[in-house]
């Protein structure tokens, strides 16, 4: 899957072949990097090859034509983006061409964190270079229901744990994005505002602007709730649509999971885009009698038949989900033995949906 060719320039040879090692093991990161510690043999190699990205301390290019985020390559030709590693210890801007300072997006003080320089690295690349993989599919996986604290979010978030780590359909490049009403942790970076702006926006790369903006989970990535829920309650059908479509066909990820909550979405016609949509409710009475009235209401809406068959009831209780219950949910859906809601009896029996 590794797309994009970084090459990571630092005249400390342990930092930077520490980064480089630290992206290549990212099976999910979109990149190549390849390190240089001596000037003489990055430049070499530049006369061969021309990368996506360089990210090097500012001496190392000096005899290239430099200005502020990219450089001019004077043997392969053409110009490629620069993040400038700026040695935080000293506080001096370096001498040469450039000028400073830079603008942000360019520059990282050189012992930033390792995941620091992969955000950084993918939102530049998302700026400069479209991103097209289709390797293969996106599943994605709406987790919805109108009965509360049902577990909603613990199964979400099982979900994203199993799929992370299952390789039998390259399972392990998972994206979690919290849509319910209200954040239990504020988050001061509001990527979940940022992102809703991008999907408005139809920005290209969306994949990538995502992984720059999310956040490693137990092994998947992950973008908590907007701070207010009433910008996602601006998201249209054809807004979800699009954000689909692009994730699909980008190929970085091979499973969506959206955590819904019951007043997020403006119309739960919505919620007919997901591939799966998983309903987590209780065995209560006035469980069942809420499912049966979130069906009537699709009913009404005309749009229960494109739902029906790929809505599929789960049952859970005070423990949450179990590893392998997790698993068993998944293997009876693929294989087509997981009871959808077109085949549940109307205000939903006390069968477990957990085979």
């Known amino acids: 899957m590794k797309q994009y060719k970084v090459l990571l320039y630092s005249s400390e040879e342990g930092f930077v072949f520490a980064l480089m090692n630290y992206i290549n093991r990212d099976p999910q990161m979109p990149i190549l990097a390849i390190a240089f510690s001596k000037q003489n043999e990055l430049k070499t190699y530049l006369q061969e090859h021309k990368p996506d990205l360089l990210v090097i301390e ?11 985020g990219a450089v001019e390559l004077s043997v392969t ?22 000028n400073w300072p830079l603008d942000p997006v360019y520059v990282i003080p050189k012992y930033s964190p390792a995941s ?10 998302s700026e400069s270079n479209p991103y097209m993989n289709m390797e293969h599919s996106c599943t994605c996986v709406g987790v919805y229901s109108p009965v509360g604290r049902c577990g909603k979010t613990t199964l979400s978030r099982a979900l994203c744990r199993y799929y992370s780590a299952d390789r039998s359909e390259r399972g392990n490049g998972c994206l979690y994005l919290g849509w319910e009403e209200f954040a239990e942790h504020i988050d001061e ?25 999310a956040t490693e989970e137990c092994g998947y990535d992950c973008i908590p709730c907007a701070v207010s829920y009433q910008e996602l309650r601006e998201i249209r ?10 994730i699909r066909s980008d190929g970085l990820y091979r499973w969506l999971v959206v955590d819904i ?23 209560e009475a006035h469980s069942r009698q809420k499912v049966a009235g979130f069906r009537q209401s699709m009913q009404d809406r005309k749009c229960w038949e494109s739902l029906e068959e790929h809505c599929y009831p789960v049952f859970m209780n005070e423990a949450g989900i179990s590893s392998e219950e997790i698993r068993s949910l998944e293997e009876s859906r693929r294989d087509g033995s997981q009871r959808t809601m077109a085949k549940e009896e109307h205000t939903l029996g006390d069968r477990t949906a957990l085979q």
Request: glycine share 6%; with cysteine.
């Open 189 to 213: 970076n509001r990527r979940m505002e940022e992102l809703l702006f991008y999907i408005k926006e139809r920005t290209e790369n969306i994949s990538l602007r995502i992984k720059s903006l």
């Open 58 to 68: 500012p001496d190392g290019l000096r005899s290239q034509s430099c200005r502020e």
């Open 261 to 283: 909550g019951t007043g997020s979405l403006s119309d739960l016609e919505l919620l007919t885009e997901f591939d799966v949509l998983y309903l987590p409710c209780l065995r």
């Open 116 to 125: 620091v320089y992969c955000r950084r690295m993918l939102q530049i690349l």
């Open 237 to 246: 059908r054809e807004d979800i649509s699009w954000l689909f479509d692009q």
């Open 77 to 98: 030709g053409g110009t490629v983006p620069v993040l400038w590693i700026l040695d935080a210890e000293t506080g001096k801007e370096p001498e040469g061409s450039l």
